[in-house]
């Protein structure tokens, strides 16, 4: 355990991939031997229903209601990311059960449900279909999801029982959601939206330490659980990486003009990173790289 702590505090801030310093593909740029699949929201559908049921479990409605309610209401009214599968197929790629790859995803709901409260507070960015407990309760309430997010990393069943491997996930997930990740892009977002911050500039910033830290902790964190070897948790965090990167931009910008060649640059590279995993397992998650993130909501 000494070591893993060693590991994170004597690299406090791990630089995030050099976009801008990438090589273009050329056209003798070798094939890469790993194919996709057409996208299955079936089987995204049926991992998200696994994390609504671990979540539920661990968000009863309860006395007090005042309290409990508003976390219910604010956890399942987020809207649905990839994430999940990403970790869930990360795990199980090296080897790792699904039930282990699915509690990592359900903490990490819960801590992209809470980002999401947050960045919507009043002031801040219009939220669509805006929850109907007052704002105060909306700000405390999310406050209370995020520890309820690491209690499920540290309880004694979560993470596959290994205390170390809960350990690591714990460090992976606080510094893709604090202020070296998702709260920095959410800081950018507010900045843009009221005109602060040049929108074309901003942009790759906001992809990198939005989408792009908390895919990469996602298909890290499954890696982990999953008793993945270094090399290979590496491979998959730079996988997850790319692949949030891609939606980040599809997202922001759609498929147009240059995006749609960072696009294509990005996919290759991510796909590169599956290469020497097992074929079959590989057909799952790669599926991701050209999924339509509008189609994981229902």
Known sequence: MAAILNHFTSNP????????????????????????????????????????????????????????????????????????????????????????????????????????????LPNLLQRPNPPSFPHNIELLTGDGIYPLGFELLASPDGVGGDAERALRVILEVARAMGGQGLVEAQYMKVKRAKGELDVDCALMRMCERGEGSVYSCAAACGAIVGGACE????????????????????????????????????????????????????????????????????
């Open 13 to 120: 801030i791990r630089p995030l991939l050099p976009l801008n310093k990438l090589k273009p593909l050329s056209s003798s740029t070798k094939t890469i031997q790993v194919t996709t699949t057409d996208s299955n929201p079936t089987n995204w559908s049926t991992i998200n229903a696994d994390v609504d049921a671990r979540l539920k479990q661990a968000l009863p409605i309860r006395d007090p209601i005042d309290v409990h309610q508003p976390m219910h209401d604010l956890v399942f009214s987020a809207p649905k990311t990839l994430v999940p599968a990403l970790c869930t197929a990360a795990c199980e790629l090296v080897g790792g059960e699904h039930k282990d790859g699915v509690d990592v995803a359900s903490a990490l709901n819960l801590m992209l449900a809470a980002s999401y409260t947050h960045q919507y």
């Open 231 to 298: 090399e290979d948790v590496e491979k998959l965090r730079r996988y997850g990486f790319y692949v949030g990167m891609i939606h980040g931009l599809l997202d922001g910008v759609g498929r147009e003009g240059d995006v749609e060649e960072e696009v294509k640059r990005l996919r290759f590279l991510a796909l590169k990173e599956l290469e020497g995993f097992d074929a079959e397992k590989v057909r799952a998650i790669s599926s991701l790289v050209d999924a339509d993130t509008t189609r994981c909501v229902q």
